[in-house]
């Protein structure tokens, strides 16, 4: 099986607003995207494991002319509270770099 590290040459993750994290798998070419995007590893259930955030609230942008798919969650703490380990939520995208597509 393929990992997102292997599908996808470019991931980000970032802030969307104080209380919302999203991040873009920039997926290698519209085969990869139309292959992929859609992939049942990609879960809400995987977004509840992996950041602790309520799978019902998790939301999935497809963007097919840019073979990107952008997922949202809410954050488990407001941006900027004291127990803050990333600011700007620029590392949460590490987390999915070994899932497995299928």
């Known amino acids: 099986m393929a990992k997102i590290r292997d599908i996808c040459p ?13 991040i ?8 990869a995207f139309e ?3 859609a992939s049942p590893a990609l879960s809400p259930d995987l977004f509840a494991r992996l950041f602790g955030t309520d799978p019902a609230l998790v939301k999935r942008i497809p963007a097919p002319d840019l073979n990107v798919l952008k997922i949202s969650y809410p954050r488990a703490t407001s941006q900027g509270g004291m127990v803050e380990r990333d600011m700007h939520s620029g590392q ?11």
């Open 24 to 31: 873009d798998l920039w997926f290698d070419g519209p085969q």
């Open 92 to 102: 949460q995208y590490v987390r999915l770099l070994d899932v497995e597509l299928d």
């Open 10 to 22: 470019h991931i980000r993750s970032k802030q969307a607003g104080p209380f919302w994290i999203t």
């Open 35 to 37: 292959t992929y995007h």
